[in-house]
């Protein structure tokens, strides 16, 4: 087994780019994860950026213990003195200095010639080697530079004492046969080259740094420089859960081993989504929202009988939920069967037949159905449940003056129920509102507000979607006040989820007559 370090760069590459940045909290939160997920080296930052990414990187060295931490400066003294302290903490560190090597890079961004970019390249690896026992060297642009001046530059590198030897395709020009000859190449022409540690840090401008990284293995690197969720400059770098499940699921053609938990790789993704609230896109690979999911009919038919039909890892590998077979037009009965039952819903012969012919026809949309709208066409063949809570008054005060505050009524079987509450935001008031009336919260796992017409006068649409019981039920509303709306989607999710559930009762919540509610909600703050 060869052993191949896993260098992430989620917190520089990847907080560099739009839309990533994090604050020191939040980035000593992800450095926490990563480390749990267990990556060797971790870039933590860009200290000569400014005093605070300077702080932000030394707050992660002190605290990491069983990952490196890395910090990157350009070659320059000052650049390379922050490094030195910003690492001063850490348990190892490593500077990574980096340099264009290629003409256009040269000519048109330094402004300097190629001996001179040699010279920066020495004095620089000199003097990161008097702060730090590990060095790694980047010739930036790696990929378009002159192959006999990266050989030269890489030499000067490893002769001033670099330990790692990084070769990025920083443009995502690359194509993976061009990439593995690059290293191939280097290391069959610099000397000492085979005490080095060989890196690869590929972009996806052309979708493919994930193959460039996995040649560059072929070409003999040992360290890959990835991130979470593939984000990083433009159109990202190479993504660390496709890389680390392509050696795992392809054992047999990549024998290299991490250390990385891959069952840790699906909730670190999401606390990256979390931590700066940008989604993964539903089809990513590995962690997106429908990387388990089955939805042709045939599809089903088979994961159901043997899930290795059509998975090649299972979602537990990752840490993500259990496949999820979409229901749709291409659903087969047996997956529709089977989807009730798992909802406590066994269903068979004719019922089945006149079940499947109902939700055929809700599927003509060609819109997905969820759990609840199946339980709902099954229940249309069943007695009707209770009448659902009603909603008779949503009032709600929000502004910069926090929290919020709600009252909300609402009407069941002849009773009226109230009840006030504090929120983090109306939405969250009213919808606490509602579960004290129901006694049944629901936690809200999506949540979409859109116009539904131009102008600010505009009516919104609310859908979101809640998880009761580990069960999601969904609900949606529309109209011209949107706390509103949200009370009335929120609570026909909740009603959805009662409805199936006859045996949940209405809680002891006194019902109110009018006189006993004026007091009770001049009581309540
Ligand atoms: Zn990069």
Known sequence: MNRLLIFDTTLRDGE?????????????????QLEALGIDVLEAGFPAASPEDLAGVRNIARELKSSQVAALARCTEYDIEACARSLEPAVRGRIHIFLSTSDLHLAHKLGID??????????????????????????????????????QATQVAV????????????????????????????????AGIERMTLSAHCHNDLGLAVANSLAALEGGARQIECTINGIG???????????????????????????????????TSQLLSALTGVGVQPNKAVV???????????????????????????????????????LG?????????????????PVSGTTLNLIYDRFLRACESGASLSDDDLIQIALDNRPPPDPPYTVSLVQASAGTVRPATATVRLNREGQTYVACA???????????CIDSITGHPARVVGYELRAISEGRDAEGEVSLRVLIDERVFSGRAVGPDIVEASARAYLSAVNKCLAARPEIKPPQVPAVNNAARESFVGAQP
């Open 16 to 32: 560099q780019s739009p839309g990533y940045g994090m604050d020191s909290e939040q980035k000593l939160r992800l450095a926490r």
């Open 114 to 151: 190629r001996p001179t970019a040699l010279d920066k390249i020495a004095k620089s690896t000199r003097l990161a080697r008097r702060y730090s026992a590990d060095v790694e060297f980047s010739p930036e642009d790696a990929t378009r530079t002159d192959l006999d001046f990266l050989i």
């Open 159 to 190: 002769d001033e004492g670099a330990t790692v030897i990084n070769l990025p395709d920083t443009v995502g020009y690359s194509t993976p046969g061009e990439y593995r000859a690059m290293f191939e190449a280097v290391r069959a022409r610099v």
């Open 233 to 267: 400059e433009r159109a990202g770098n190479a993504s660390l859960e496709e890389i680390v499940m392509a050696l795992h699921v392809r054992g047999g053609i990549y024998p290299f081993e991490t250390r990385i938990q891959t069952h840790l790789i699906y909730p």
């Open 288 to 326: 997106g929202r429908n990387a388990f999911a089955h939805e042709s009919g045939v599809h089903q038919h088979g994961v159901l009988k043997d899930r290795r039909t059509y998975e090649i890892m299972t979602p537990e590998s990752v840490g993500a939920p259990p496949t999820r077979l979409v």
């Open 329 to 345: 037009r291409h659903s087969g009965r047996h997956a529709v069967a089977a989807r009730l039952t798992e909802l406590g819903y």
């Open 422 to 432: 504090l929120g983090d935001g109306p939405v969250d008031a009213v919808c606490t």
